[in-house]
Structures are given as structure tokens and as C-alpha cells.
């Protein structure tokens, strides 16, 4: 029986090439942007090898269940937040994603968000595109510095998440001279031992920061870390920038955070029911929208594709995945059974 790759959506060029190599690829979406109904991908499932999947799709327990030949899923994601991972596990199911290779373009935009929101870009770009500019002003949009700037005071970056993406903010950070808190407890211990970072209880982290910035992953103990008692005890001048995953800021308590100047302003890449926006954000002036873009640069996205091509044929072949999320599962009897061995 000839192999088959389940594509939800299409991948970037270079990985698309790679994924059809000598085998046949399935492919459930014919536009870019369509996304894909649960149903397509539940009917498609049981004559699937290997399962290519994106960010926009959940495959849960009886997605998994139904692929009866399936033998890995390969997301096109660092996050896997979308795949019951602990399902697949229990199914002998490899899960792979693409981590590394997006972190600096991640951290790039996060700090374009944040120095976006402090000095007003986009609402200064409007004013010129409207012809509203007339004369220079000393008091025309004012904004906060982020570097040390006027009041001569190092800023403090609060950092939630201190992985790969958080470490590269914090290492832009030092060029703009902030003082850097991080709030990650499992990694205490590499926050103590990392010169130029104070390690912060997640209070003091919210009482101290000027700006905000979070890359945590998604779980039961990061979802609405940021809701209304959270943005009680920020600053007023605080902004908050979110490149991580939506659900991780309660967006209603965020709106209203910032409809009642809690907090000064914010950046948002993700949002908590994507792609809509809590009612009342997108109305708002000192807040940035941005659709899902943090890893999306021509060659980051092209590394991405290619990573996922690259696991998508170790699941087929049955081989360890380069870039495994639940490698526990190599070693489990549900595994042994599904390759049969
Ligand atoms: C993007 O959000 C990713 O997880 O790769």
C-alpha cells in the first residue's frame, strides 16, 4: 500500500517539496487561508500515514482514535497546544513541532511590538496618511521611552517565560539598557545563574514592570495568568505584549484594563478565541493588533516547513522525529504495537 501524508493545510514552498518526495500527499484545504472543518480531517484520518497538521487545527483524542494507520503527527509550529499530546502518547503516536530556528524572529517582533506601542507608530502613521501632520509640535504624540531617555531611570522589562524566545527578549533588552525581571519557575535556576537578570515572583514582576512581555506556553497554569486581579497590580504606564498564545490574557479584562487606564497600553500577536478579538479591542487606540505574524519572515518560515517536512518523513519511515515533543512515547508498548515490532 502506497504511503500517505495527511496535509491539513499547505506548507511553505520549501518543506511542500520535500513533504511530496515519492509519497502521496493529501491535501484539505484549497485556499491559503480556508481553514479546515474538524469533519474534513476526521473523514480523511483513517487513510493516513503521517498527519501534517498547523496551529489552526485541533486534533484531539478521537481525531488521533481514528487514524488507525497513523504513525506520528508533525505540527508546523513551535507550540503544539492544538494536539492532545497526552492522547497521542497513549496511542504509541510521535508529536513533533519546529522549535529554535523561529526564536529570534519571535523575539524581534516582540520587541517591535513594544517599542511600537510606547512611541505610538501606528497611530503616528495614520496622522500622516490622513494629511493631518501641519506643523511640528513639542507635545505630538508623546510616548514612553524605553530605553533610559528623558528621566535618565533604567526601564524594567518583566519577562513571562524564560525559554528560547524569552531569553533572546531579554538579550535585545540589554541593548536598550533595561533593567530585565523574569518569571519562570521551573527555570529559577538558569534565571539566578543568567548575569543581567533578577528572577521575580510573578507580584513583584507585575508591581515593577514597565513593560510586559510573555512567552510562556499555554497550560492550565498559564491560562489567564493575566486577568483582571493581574492588571490591578501593573502600573498605569505598563504595556503589555503578548506573542505567546492568546488564552494566556483574559482579553475581556484586558479591554477593560485598558478602557480604565490600568495599564498604559498593549501589543497582541495572539488572541484568546483567534482569529476574533474580545468585543471593544480593536477600537481601542493604544492597543496593536497583529494577525498571528511573530515567525513570519520569508526564511523562518521556509526553516519551519522544511523541519516539519524533515519530521514528517521520520514518522513515515518510523525512525526517532528530529524534533520529538513526547519521545517517552519511542520507548512505550502502544508505540512497539503501532510500528510492528
Ligand atoms: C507560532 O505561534 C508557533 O507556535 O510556531
Known sequence: MTSRILATRRLPDAGWEILRKGVAVTLLAEKDDELVPRERILAAIPEADVLVSLLTETIDKEILEAGKRLRGVANMA????NIDVPAATALGLPVSNTPGVLTDTTADLAFALL???ARNLVPSDRYMREGKFKLWGPSLFLGADVSRGGDGRPKT???????????AVFRRAQGFDMRVLAFDPPLKALIDKTGG??????ATLLAESDFITLHTDLNPSTRHLFDERAFDSMKPNAILVNTS????VDEAALVEALKEGKIAGAGLDVYEDEPRMAPGLAELENVIVLPHIASASRDTRNKMATMCAENAAAHLMGIRAPNCVNPEVYEAEAYRKRAGR
Open 245 to 248: 498564545r492568546g488564552p494566556v
Open 115 to 117: 517599542l511600537a506601542v
Open 78 to 81: 513551535v507550540g503544539f497546544n
Open 197 to 202: 537578570v533578577e528572577y521575580a515572583d510573578f
Open 157 to 167: 522589562l518583566g519577562i513571562v517565560g524564560f525559554g528560547r524566545i524569552g531569553q
